[in-house]
Every structure is written in C-alpha cells, then in structure tokens.
C-alpha cells in the first residue's frame, strides 16, 4: 500500500489546507455583505446572492447607489460587458439593470469617504476571488486524488456521498482497509460514546469528541445529505422518527450504520447494494 499510502497523505494536506481557504473565503464573504449592508441597502433586494457573476459585475463597476444615477440600461450593460459578461444584455439583461437603477434611486446608503470606500470593497473582491479560484484547484486536484484510489470508487456507490466528503473520510481516516469494524472509525471522527469524567455533564453518557474535528464534521454533513438525497438512509431517517427519536438522534444514528456500511463495502471489496445493506 505504499503509493496510497502517499495518496491518503496528500489528500489529509489537502483538506485540511481546503478547510482553511473556506473560512477564509466565509470571512471575506462576511466582510463584502456588511460592506454592501452600508453602502448600497438595496442592492441584494436586486441581487439576493452577490455571488453570481451579474452582481459581481455590478459591485466592480457600480459598487455606489451615486454611480448609478444620471446612467441608462444601456449604460449599465455597457459597464458589465467591460467588466467581461459575455452575455450583458437581453430582455434579462436589461430588466437587471433597470431593475438596479430603481434601486440606486431610492437608496439610502452612501459614504461620506466613498474614495476609501470603494478601494476597501476592491481589494475585498479581488481576494474573495481570488480564494475562490484557489478552492476550484484545490477540489480539482482532490478529485484527481481520488480517482487513483479504488476504494473511493467505491464510496461513490453510495448515491449522495458528495466528493469532499468522500476525500475528507479517506484523507483523515486513512486506509480503510485497516479498520475491522465501524465503531473503529467513529472512534477516529470521536464519535463514540464516552462517560464524561468532570465538569456540567460528569457521569453522563456523551460523543466523546475527542477524535479528528474535520472527519467528525463531514460524516455530520454527508448524513445530512444522505437523509435527503439517498431513499434508504431517507427511510430509515423517517423510521427513526416514528419511533420517537429526534431528527438529531436519527442523524448520528444513521452515522453508526453508515460507518458500518463502509467498512463492510471495503472488507467485501464491493460498491453499495441496496438489499445486501439494509441490515448493517
């Protein structure tokens, strides 16, 4: 196992340096929503996400309610286009763009330092963008990672598995072939029950948390999505219900079976069916 080995290895890197950039991106993004809250109001009420590439445009070439007033809608799909939207204007286009300089006319934000302003919203977009093009490498070197592993092949079986997820259970548990039982990699995310020694819950039965947060993190998320998107967990989720659990309860249920399902896919050396699956 040697050169997976080194494949497990520079997936756990590159998660965890991922990991970084997210929040980093989140702040950045945090950042550009308060900038907007301030100086434009009414410009997510045009644009409710600042993300799409209309918006983005619109923030580097009228970031200002003042830089849209006196201007026409051909004035402002003339500003997208420079700002490099291959497809600025259209009935779309052009009901956008009226649309905004309603918006700039009955606005109540401004600044009384628009210089300083404008540079600070600048420089935000153009490191948020920058870490977002950081973020696209990084999944693309991911998903590379993983296509030389066969086991990641089949974790994939497992409809609603997502990518990251997938790399985030192999890059922080490692070989999975190592693991003998499911409780083994609960125990790897501190997911297993632990009898709390001190403090608010001393003598109570709690998740131990004492493994890897990240792996933790994405089993919680990927059951999340597997709740939704995949009709065995989704069933058994509704069944856990009617028996009187909690969705929460249900969620780290579904964890331990889901645990199980993988380690047992790997020892069998076979993708996920349906019928061989149910009773894990």
Same mark, same amino acid.
């Given at each position: 196992? $040697? ?29 550009? @929503?308060?900038?907007? =809250? *301030?100086?434009?109001? +009414? ?5 409710? =996400? ?13 970031? %200002? ?12 799909? +003339? ?5 490099? %939207? ?17 918006? $700039? $006319? ?25 870490? @977002?093009?950081?973020?696209? !490498?990084?999944? !693309?070197?991911? !998903? +590379? ?14 409809? #609603? ?5 997938? $790399? ?6 490692? =070989?999975?072939?190592?693991? =003998?039982? #499911?409780?083994?990699?609960?125990? *790897? ?13 001393? #003598? ?23 709740? *939704? ?17 909690? /969705?929460?309860?249900? @969620?780290? /249920?579904?964890?331990? /079976? ?11 050396? +076979? ?10």
């Amino acid at each position: 196992y $040697a050169p997976q080995e080194a494949v497990f290895e520079r997936l756990k890197t590159v998660i965890s340096d991922r990991e970084f950039w997210v929040k980093q991106t989140t702040a950045l993004g945090n950042r550009i @929503v308060r900038w907007i =809250d *301030r100086n434009f109001p +009414e410009f997510s009420s045009v644009f409710p =996400d600042w993300t799409v590439p209309r918006s983005l445009a619109s923030l580097r070439a009228f970031p %200002m309610p003042s830089d849209l007033r006196n201007l026409s809608a051909d004035d402002v799909i +003339e500003g997208w286009s420079k700002q490099g %939207m291959k497809r600025a204007g259209g009935v779309r286009g052009r009901g956008m763009a009226a649309e905004l300089l309603r918006a $700039a $006319a009955r606005s109540i934000g401004g600044s009384q330092a628009p210089i300083e302003e404008k540079r600070d919203l600048q420089w935000l977009l153009e490191a948020y963008e920058q870490n @977002v093009q950081r973020l696209q !490498q990084m999944e !693309q070197e991911i !998903q +590379e990672l993983l296509d030389g592993l066969p086991m990641a092949e089949q974790l994939r079986s497992i409809k #609603g598995l997502g990518t990251i997820t997938i $790399a985030v259970i192999l890059g922080c548990a490692g =070989d999975l072939h190592r693991y =003998d039982h #499911g409780r083994q990699l609960l125990r *790897r995310a501190g997911l297993n029950l632990a009898e709390c020694t001190s403090g608010k819950f001393k #003598g109570q039965i709690k998740l131990s948390k004492r493994g890897d947060s990240t792996l933790r993190k994405y089993l919680y998320l990927g059951m999340l999505s597997l709740v *939704r998107h995949h009709p065995d967990f989704k069933r058994w989720h509704q069944q856990n219900q009617k028996k009187g659990m909690t /969705k929460q309860a249900s @969620v780290f /249920k579904l964890i331990g /079976k889901l645990a199980r399902i993988l380690i047992g896919m790997i020892q069998r050396g +076979e993708s996920y069916r349906s019928e061989v699956h149910v009773a894990a």
